[in-house]
T-cell receptor, first 113, second 109 residues
Framework: DTEVTQTPKHLVMGMTNKKSLKCEQHMGHRAMYWYKQKAKKPPELMFVYSYEKLSINESVPSRFSPECPNSSLLNLHLHALQPEDSALYLC????????????FGPGTRLTVT | DAKTTQPNSMESNEEEPVHLPCNHSTISGTDYIHWYRQLPSQGPEYVIHGLTSNVNNRMASLAIAEDRKSSTLILHRATLRDAAVYYCILSEDTDKLIFGTGTRLQVFP
């Protein structure tokens, strides 16, 4: 099974809402990632978890809160987002050793109204 | 992070070979060269990677210049399904993949 799954596929939320994005992999990978992709732009790294610990935070605003409850699951908690946060949010995983080949999920398309 | 330079777009006809170039003149000795592609409405997909030697897999070939300052992704017979944005990425000995703007490949029947 080489699949990374993400739920939901689409999410519309208001600026005062709290919601969560979920990502799951069952490949035994030890590293998991969140990326943000705006329309017609390349993906931008947000967070990296290694062995369930946050190892990289690319100066992401605190209204995005990642969580890694176990080695297979990665969440992104959203609170008080702005319309400019509307984007495709991609999750990825890797074995976590060079060359760090990453497997991506299909993404969650988020719209903030 | 080392940077890469790719053409914004390229075109090919179906069943013809495609050579996608990437320049990375500031590459360091520990940088791997990765290629990912992103089909419309999908997440990026790993294509191939290399360090110093040329590499082949079922999807593509990667030709790396002897000085490692450039590389070329080769699709041997383009299909319509190969239409995508192709990203050339350098990664050091870390978890970080920094995507550049990539090359949009159009394939015509």
């Amino acid at each position: 099974d080489t699949e990374v799954t993400q739920t939901p596929k689409h999410l519309v939320m208001g600026m005062t809402n709290k919601k969560s994005l979920k990502c799951e992999q069952h490949m035994g990978h030890r590293a998991m990632y969140w990326y943000k992709q705006k329309a017609k732009k390349p993906p931008e790294l947000m967070f990296v978890y290694s062995y369930e610990k946050l190892s990289i935070n690319e100066s992401v605003p605190s209204r995005f809160s990642p969580e890694c409850p176990n080695s297979s699951l990665l969440n992104l908690h959203l609170h008080a987002l702005q319309p400019e946060d509307s984007a495709l949010y991609l999750c990825a995983s890797s074995q976590g050793r060079p060359p760090y080949e990453q497997y991506f999920g299909p993404g969650t398309r988020l719209t903030v109204t | 992070d080392a940077k890469t330079t790719q053409p914004n777009s390229m075109e090919s006809n179906e069943e013809e070979p495609v050579h996608l170039p990437c320049n990375h003149s500031t590459i360091s000795g520990t940088d791997y060269i990765h290629w990912y592609r992103q089909l419309p409405s999908q997440g990026p997909e790993y294509v191939i990677h290399g360090l110093t030697s040329n590499v082949n897999n079922r999807m593509a070939s990667l030709a790396i210049a002897e000085d490692r300052k450039s590389s070329t992704l080769i699709l041997h017979r383009a299909t319509l399904r190969d239409a995508a944005v192709y990203y050339c990425i350098l990664s050091e000995d870390t978890d970080k993949l920094i995507f550049g703007t990539g090359t949009r490949l159009q394939v015509f029947p």
